[in-house]
DNA sequence: TTTTACTTGTGATAATTGTCACAAAAACTT
DNA sequence: AAGTTTTTGTGACAATTATCACAAGTAAAA
């Protein structure tokens, strides 16, 4: 993946937060501003955003993964999903602001997050697509095969929405 | 949006290579390694990849912004979406080599990058989401209130499949 | 282990969307 | 301007999916 000397990790992780969550307790709400990265070292994160009482799902985030709302943390502005703890999850947090100073001392480290950003990016892309490629059954197999790990980790009623399917409809699907 | 000093803009454009493509020119084709990170000047590209036979778009990029493939242009590998011109476009075409040594040399123009590639995230994240919030007909309205531009310029044919919607459908939900 | 809460399965039905075929309209060509 | 190509509209119908309601199953808690 994207590769990073030991002396930079050490940087990078002197300014990490570690701390530790129970399952459904909240790292991010709606309203708040979102003022960190964070990474998942055990455990996953789920990202959802509330419409008319109903939760969607946008992202789930496993071990060895990043996630944050960007767009909060980019402008300051406040933001309107939440994220929380789909089990036990150990994270390690980054303040965007020694995150900023980092850069500017260190362009490896620097370097390291646009790599990770076009990581995420092409991630999203091809998220996307299967919304244009597939229909929803399609969508699941798609997932089977290439992403089965989701599939063990996710129940089917939250899965549902991060497809864009009717939870009926993916049980239905998931049947045959 | 994303601010940049007048020097490091100049630098920019000296690496930079303008291009014109006549409606229906490839800029990228399925195959090919994507060398270079476009600006669009004039007109728009269409982004949209082959299932079966059907183009589906998945991108259209118009004056003012950028686009790529990222994933070709970050591991060298083959594209396997064609990128083409949807009027006369001008574009503007950076070199990726030239762009990482740039950046080596200036820190400002390695963040402008960060930026965009931060503004990109956001938006592609945004239009994810469209599919798992809203049904067909709510998407389109959708882009109604919030991207008008995109339908002006748009046939009705070609954002059928970027909103991952039957040309039919989409011709009755104009309709009313 | 018994109760309670949450998740999944399922039937019935409605609503929406997709598909096919073709006509109408609009946009390009020559 | 006439002809050609491309895009859009529409009807008819099939297929898929959503919704509601509730039963069954599973997991968590007492």
Do not use: W
Not at 22 to 34: A, H, S, W
Not at 45 to 73: A, P, Q, V, W
Request: charged share 25%; hydrophobic share 35%.
């Amino acid at each position: 993946m994207t590769e990073i000397s030991v002396s930079s990790l050490g940087k990078l992780f002197e300014i990490a937060n570690k701390r530790q969550f129970k399952k459904g307790e909240f790292i991010l709400k709606p309203g708040q501003v979102c003022k960190t990265i964070m990474f998942v070292e055990e455990g996953y994160l789920r990202t959802f955003i509330d419409k008319d009482g109903t939760e969607i799902n946008t992202d789930f985030t496993f071990e060895g993964n990043f996630t944050t709302n960007l767009k909060s943390l980019r402008s300051a502005s406040s933001a309107d999903n939440s994220i929380q703890a789909g089990e036990i999850t150990i994270i390690y947090e980054f303040d965007k602001d020694k995150l900023l100073e980092l850069y500017n001392v260190s362009a490896e480290i620097e370097s390291f997050g646009r790599k990770l950003l076009e990581q995420l990016l092409i991630a999203q892309e091809e998220h996307t697509n299967l919304f244009k490629i597939y229909s929803p059954t399609e969508r699941y197999h798609y997932l089977q095969t290439n992403k089965p790990k989701i599939l063990q980790r996710i129940s089917l009623s939250q899965l549902s929405s991060y497809l864009g399917i009717a939870r009926e409809t993916l049980s239905r699907i998931r049947k045959k």
